[in-house]
């Protein structure tokens, strides 16, 4: 099994960035594709950005696109997201989560195609 551990999240005002990690452990034979993944109260789960494996194709998609990028340290089993011109629009906990092996173009977005989920981490982005 694989456990997923988001941090980074916190406080910031409107402009600012944010800089968030996901750390995997456990059983992580043959690599795993990452995502990110973001759910603000009473919306549904909103796609925000994925990084393939093995080679570290990226995917974008909503809002966000433009104003993040998802990166990955293989040595250290984490996948990160910078998000920059934060928007109070923006506030939500932010999920990431892993696919054994790699992730289709076509699927990168839908969440019933990743198999582990972290607890997620609080983003809040003040006016």
């Known amino acids: 099994q694989v456990q997923l551990v988001e941090s980074g999240g916190g406080l910031v005002q409107a402009g600012g960035s944010l800089r968030l990690s996901c750390a995997a452990s456990?059983?992580?034979?043959?690599?795993?594709?990452m995502g990110w993944f973001r759910q603000a109260p009473g919306k549904e789960r909103e796609f925000v950005a994925a990084?393939?494996?093995?080679?570290?194709?990226?995917y974008y998609e909503g809002t966000m696109k433009g104003r993040v990028t998802i990166s990955r340290d293989n040595a250290k089993n984490t996948v990160y997201l910078q998000m920059n011109s934060l928007k109070p629009e923006d506030t939500a906990v932010y999920f990431c989560a892993a696919k054994h092996l790699r992730l289709t173009v076509i699927n990168a977005a839908k969440g019933d195609a990743y198999d582990y989920w972290g607890q997620g981490t609080q983003v809040t982005v003040s006016s």
């Open positions: 990084i393939n494996w093995p080679a570290a194709t990226t």
């Open positions: 456990g059983r992580t034979f043959g690599g795993y594709a």
